[in-house]
T-cell receptor, first 115, second 111 residues
Framework: NAGVTQTPKFRVLKTGQSMTLLCAQD?????MYWYRQDPGMGLRLIHY???????AKGEVPDGYNVSRLKKQNFLLGLESAAPSQTSVYFC??????????????FGSGTRLTVV | QKEVEQDPGPLSVPEGAIVSLNCTYS??????FMWYRQYSRKGPELLMY????GNKEDGRFTAQVDKSSKYISLFIRDSQPSDSATYLC???????????FGSGTRLSIRP
């Protein structure tokens, strides 16, 4: 049981380059999320999805786009990377609206550096 | 003002000690309180959660909420080196609301 798998694990980008982060879950979860984690800032929600074909903005959506074409996959895109987007990105999923008891299942993160 | 505040640490204690980790929050409407544990180079995982005020115990871990002072605590008894991790507190208005995470406290248990 793989849980939530994020690819790639590490990436270095030059300013202005684009990339896509892939999140895949095999738990048949409806809800999926993208967070970024920065020192002293905690986890901040970028975008989320409540089901296949849906997306919504979170707390810090600027500079990112997402797509959820298949239930098991949630893609995070950076169209023109900036140094301020250097961070660790985490994908998470939950089964349904009860996000408390079941908890979020997180991936192991993607470490992105933009130079 | 952040909605959830945590001392970033690091906190270093000897093996076997009782550890106290704390958070404060700003909004009295929060009803659910969670603790996540995050090992180095891994994603967070849910440790335990409580609803409203009171205590909840799970093995060596006890979560405590004091809504009157907007204070959340996690106690670890008989701490082990394997407890070394970053601990994030989190809150939510309801079971279906977004979860707001603190920035985490880094804990190190010395053998």
């Amino acid at each position: 049981n793989a849980g939530v798998t994020q690819t790639p694990k590490f990436r270095v980008l030059k300013t202005g380059q684009s990339m896509t982060l892939l999140c895949a879950q095999d738990m048949n979860h409806e809800y999926m999320y993208w967070y970024r984690q920065d020192p002293g800032m905690g986890l901040r929600l970028i975008h989320y999805s409540v089901g296949e074909g849906t997306t919504a903005k979170g707390e810090v959506p600027d500079g990112y786009n997402v797509s959820r074409l298949k239930k098991q996959n949630f893609l995070l895109g950076l169209e023109s990377a900036a140094p301020s987007q250097t961070s660790v990105y985490f994908c998470a999923s939950t089964k349904d609206r009860d996000r408390i008891g079941g908890g979020y299942t997180f991936g192991s993160g993607t470490r992105l550096t933009v130079v | 003002q952040k909605e959830v505040e945590q001392d970033p640490g690091p906190l270093s204690v000897p093996e076997g000690a009782i550890v106290s980790l704390n958070c404060t929050y700003s909004n009295s409407a929060f009803q659910y309180f969670m603790w996540y544990r995050q090992y180095s180079r891994k994603g967070p995982e849910l440790l335990m959660y409580t609803y409203s005020s009171g205590n909840k115990e799970d093995g060596r871990f006890t979560a405590q909420v004091d809504k009157s002072s907007k204070y959340i605590s996690l106690f670890i008894r008989d701490s082990q080196p394997s407890d070394s991790a970053t601990y994030l507190c989190a809150t939510s208005y309801s079971s279906a609301s977004k979860i707001i995470f603190g920035s985490g406290t880094r804990l190190s248990i010395r053998p």
